[in-house]
């Protein structure tokens, strides 16, 4: 696949900021909003997808290495255990536990209290879940968009072989 | 000190998960500096995972139950808020977690120069420990829906380890036949958590089994539970995938497959004596008991006869030890029939007959033997392949000139496996044999013959591979390097460990896991 028509890949270039976008914010608004890190991730990855479709794999492949994805795709899910973690060795006394919401009710980044009443929807709450909902998609866009990569890439390889 | 001992016994219901799967995503970046350094890395992960279960199991038949509920909150739960992820940890899991500290450790130090050859080694041992991890959630997990997220991890992480030698057209196929069996069977059992949460509103296996009331939606749930987890567990009418996923995997990785299967059965008798053990075992159903005895035992039978028969026929080395796994797994099954056959009410309680009772404890006691006594001849298989490049026993011969250790630890694997004294297989045969002669003298025939062919497929194998004359085309095999003959070492020790003291492991071991087994009220208890 050596990429699409000229008006394929001008429309991809003019949506896939959009899509990204909207993906972004299923992943930051995942404890407000329906859809969550995988829901996000899957938005972001077909953008990439859409990539990979509209240039062609091998065009992808020299912009971005699938090792370096799957480090990426490593740190994500490193990152949702660390977060877990977080519940045991911040709390180092027997009250900690693991996967406790550490952040949740504290001074700290995403640490507001919810208000009881129909207010506006705080991003600012939840404690751990936005932070392992980043990494879990920060997980899905990796792990979805090489997995495309690598297969479109792999299938190109063979059609040439054939020919 | 003390209070960094306790914080992990705490903890470690946790840990035990957390701790492989932290390693399993971090050995990728540690995989990049270079592979001694990741080797090294995967062993010390592994260690810390088994001393932990070694504490935690210590800690359980010490105190009793213990309940861990991740994110924090009370341990007990009111029905009406039944849903969270809760670790309940009783002395059947705690036994079946120690097959699980031993397994993939060995299958990983035998790794370290049995895979030394390939690429792609990164993954391996990601995948193994994302395995392990996998297997032992689905141990320690006291929530029915967890067990089959568990179970679909351990799945699909194997299907990946079985297709490992991705040049030979069987091993991917054998893993398509495994990952369809397991995707059906992990289908089956959310078909039946459905069931249980439609009607009991909770997910949770304490609560589920504290509410049972056997209505005929709950019959349906224990046929598809018990069709789901029998094929996991290889019983024969489901074995089809068993051997090609036995005999194509390598051989480390069939060690902690062997592990997952049992981990499999354990999820069977959790579900038969825990989930139903309410109601199935009260007054007006004894007959349902017995019902349910008489199936595993039909089951049992034909599970041993054919596993057997099959070894006999067989040519390659792998594949003839997958069919004895297979009826090694019909032994423990058929004693657990036969312990559930033997229910009786007295003074006001269902009870096992005495002789149930030890049919019981062998046959636990023989979950534990299987796991070692198959294992190590799978390890010596895949040492005669690393060795020979060779699985096939027509064309092997004469080894024992050149491999004089491996050839030891095939000797202690196959008197365990046929049930010789002094080896742990002997004890634990010994105890279903007596036992099983008071409930029915007919199984223990059966089950003896089998053993015997049993131990004729094994001489069998041995003559052919190790003794004859001196093949030109092996002169110049050598023994297998150090850290294989250590992950062999290490589970023959433990074999004629067992073997020499069967008593320690049964009285401190085997007894509470069978107390605990019976004991659903006590399980329930622990978190109600």
């Known amino acids: 696949m050596s990429g699409m028509s000229k008006i394929v890949k001008t429309i991809t270039s003019i949506a896939f900021p959009f899509v990204m976008i909207y993906g972004l914010y299923v992943i930051l608004h995942g404890h407000l909003t329906p859809g969550g890190g995988f829901q996000g991730g899957a938005v972001v ?104 990569l690598v297969m479109a890439y792999a299938s190109n390889k063979i059609k040439e072989r054939g020919d | 000190m003390n209070g960094v001992v306790d914080w992990l016994i705490l903890h470690s219901p946790a840990l035990i998960i957390a701790i492989p799967l932290l390693g399993a ?35 359980v038949f010490t105190n009793g139950i213990r309940t861990y509920v991740f994110g924090g909150g009370s341990t007990s739960i009111e029905s009406s808020y039944a849903i969270r992820i809760l670790f309940e940890i009783d002395g059947l899991n705690a036994f079946i ?55 679909e991890i351990t799945s699909i992480a194997s299907a990946a380890l079985i297709a490992f030698y991705l040049d030979k057209q069987n091993s991917i196929q054998a893993a398509f036949k495994y990952i369809v069996i397991s995707a059906i069977g992990a289908l089956f059992l959310l078909f039946a958590v459905a069931l249980f949460y439609g009607q009991y509103n909770a997910l949770n296996m304490a609560v589920i089994a504290n509410n049972i009331s056997f209505t005929f939606i709950d019959k349906i749930a224990l ?40 981990a499999s059965l354990y999820g069977l008798f959790r579900v038969i004596f825990t989930i139903y053990g309410k109601y199935l075992f009260s007054f007006d159903s004894t007959q349902m008991a017995l ?62 007959s005495a002789s149930g009772q030890m049919a019981l404890k062998g046959g636990i006691f023989h979950i534990f033997n299987d796991a070692l006594d198959v294992g190590l001849l799978f390890l010596v298989a895949g040492a ?67 053993s015997i062919l049993l131990l004729a497929v094994f001489v069998k194998v041995f003559y052919s591979v190790f003794l004859g004359p001196k093949l030109p085309k092996f002169s110049g095999v050598k023994e297998v390097p150090k850290s294989m003959l250590i992950a062999m070492g290490i589970i023959a020790s ?11 492991f049964v009285e401190n071991i085997v007894t509470p896991a069978t107390n605990a087994l019976q004991n659903a009220t006590s399980y329930i208890g622990g978190v109600l």
Not at chain 1, 131 to 138: D, S
Not at chain 2, 226 to 246: E, N, Q, T
Request: hydrophobic share 60%.
């Open chain 1, 45 to 148: 990855a077909s953008a990439c997808a859409m990539i990979v479709v509209a240039f062609g794999s091998i065009w992808t492949m020299k912009k971005i290495k699938e090792n370096q994805l799957s480090i990426l795709e490593s740190i994500g899910a490193i990152g949702f255990i660390v977060f877990a973690f977080l519940g045991l060795i911040i709390l180092f006394d027997n009250s900690g536990i693991f996967f406790k919401n550490v952040f949740a009710n504290s001074v700290y980044l995403f640490g507001q209290s919810v208000e009881y009443a129909s207010t506006t929807a705080n991003i600012n709450t939840a404690g751990t879940l936005p932070l392992m909902n980043i990494a879990v998609g920060l997980k899905v866009i990796a792990g979805l968009f090489v997995i495309v």
């Open chain 2, 25 to 59: 995503f971090l050995t990728i970046l540690i995989g990049k500096i270079g592979p001694r350094i990741r080797n090294v890395f995967v062993i010390i992960i592994m260690a810390i995972t088994s001393f932990l279960i070694l504490l935690l199991v210590n800690d």
């Open chain 2, 97 to 151: 977690a120690i097959i699980a500290a031993i397994l993939p450790i060995v299958a990983i130090i035998y790794s370290w120069a049995f895979m030394k050859e390939h690429t792609g080694l990164d993954k391996y041992y990601t995948l193994i420990l994302l395995m392990t991890a996998g297997m032992l959630g689905m141990i320690l997990t006291g929530d029915l829906f967890n067990f089959f997220v568990f179970l």
């Open chain 2, 223 to 262: 046929v598809v539970l018990f069709a789901a987890l029998a094929m996991k567990a290889g019983i024969v009418p489901m074995h089809m995938w068993l051997p090609d996923a036995y005999g194509r995997a390598p051989a480390s990785i069939t060690v902690i497959l062997i592990g997952t299967t049992l």
């Open chain 2, 291 to 352: 019902t349910l005895g008489v199936l595993i035992i039909i089951l049992a039978v034909v599970t041993i006869v054919i596993g057997v028969f099959m070894a006999l026929k067989q040519n390659d080395f792998k594949r003839m030890i997958a069919f004895a796994a297979i009826a090694e797994i019909g032994y423990m099954f058929l004693a657990v029939g036969a312990a559930l056959s033997t229910y009786t009410f007295e003074r006001g309680a269902a009870i096992i």
């Open chain 2, 384 to 450: 005669v392949y690393y060795a020979a490049k060779e699985t096939s026993l027509n064309k092997l011969g004469g080894l024992a000139r050149n491999m004089k250790y491996t050839t030891v630890f095939f000797l202690i694997g196959l008197a365990a496996v046929s049930g010789l004294p002094p080896m742990n297989g002997f004890a634990s045969k010994l105890i279903i044999y007596q036992s099983m002669f008071q409930i029915n003298p007919l199984l223990t025939i059966v089950a003896i013959l089998c």
């Open chain 2, 494 to 504: 433990i074999i004629v460990f067992i073997g020499l003291f069967p008593n320690i």
